[in-house]
């Protein structure tokens, strides 16, 4: 079993539309990151999370630490959001940071 | 640079030989982490800098595998004696300390023949 899991793998969404991506983890953490990688291009990170709610522009991510849960939400998507989204969360006691396999997202016009 | 300099961008080697990455963090950044993305495969963490040192070794895949920073800014990554199970791109990021948002560099293509 991953230390992450996210859900969707894959998400076809029309133009406009309220995204959600999940992710849950096993481990105690310390950080939990949500990065963007675009087709071909780099990865940026989008947000690092250790309790509460975070909003930049059109994107939310929230994480509920007891129940060891995050989403990302994406508000009025674009085909710009088109893109892998990774959750990535840093253990807590230790220095081992575990990845989630990604959520392919496509946005279409 | 205003980012993270990562060089080569791309390199490609003969099995058997050592090969090095460079990663320039952005100034400041004390926590400094190598990453790996092998085809088809999530991102794999290698291992991470506080300043110079580099607490937790164990996501290094092999003994080939080494990386040092120092003047706590730029950090290299060696491979010796490459495989082709090594191809990746191997990413480099850094961040203001442990914990905060972390930025990446574009990457080093590494492909093994």
């Known amino acids: 079993k991953n230390e992450v899991e996210q859900s969707p793998q894959n998400l076809t969404a029309q133009e406009g539309e309220f995204i959600t991506i999940n992710c849950s983890y096993s481990?105690?953490?310390?950080?939990l990151h949500w990065l963007q990688q675009h087709p071909g291009g780099g990865i940026v990170s989008l947000f690092m999370?250790?309790?509460g709610k975070k909003k930049h522009g059109r994107l939310i991510a929230t994480i509920n630490i007891q129940e060891k849960h995050s989403s990302l939400h994406i508000t009025a998507s674009h085909p710009r959001d088109s893109a892998v989204y990774i959750c990535?969360?840093?253990?807590?006691?230790?220095?081992?940071?575990?990845f989630g396999t990604g959520t392919s997202l496509t946005v279409i016009p | 640079g205003a980012g993270v300099s990562q060089s080569p961008s791309n390199k490609v080697t003969e099995k058997g030989k050592d090969v090095e990455l460079r990663c320039d963090p952005i100034?400041?950044?004390?926590?400094l982490y190598w990453y790996r993305q092998s085809l088809g495969q999530g991102l794999e963490f290698l291992i991470y800098f506080q300043g110079n040192s580099a607490p937790d070794k164990s996501g290094l895949p092999s003994d080939r595998f080494s990386a040092e920073r120092t003047g706590g800014s730029v950090s290299t990554l060696t491979i010796q004696r490459t495989q082709q199970e090594d191809s990746a791109v191997y990413l480099c990021?850094?961040?203001?300390?442990?914990?905060?948002?972390?930025?990446f560099g574009q990457g080093t293509r590494l492909t093994v023949v």
């Open positions: 999370l250790s309790s």
């Open positions: 990535a969360v840093k253990e807590g006691t230790g220095n081992q940071f575990y």
């Open positions: 100034s400041g950044h004390t926590a």
């Open positions: 481990v105690g953490i310390s950080a």
């Open positions: 990021a850094s961040s203001l300390g442990l914990g905060t948002g972390a930025f």
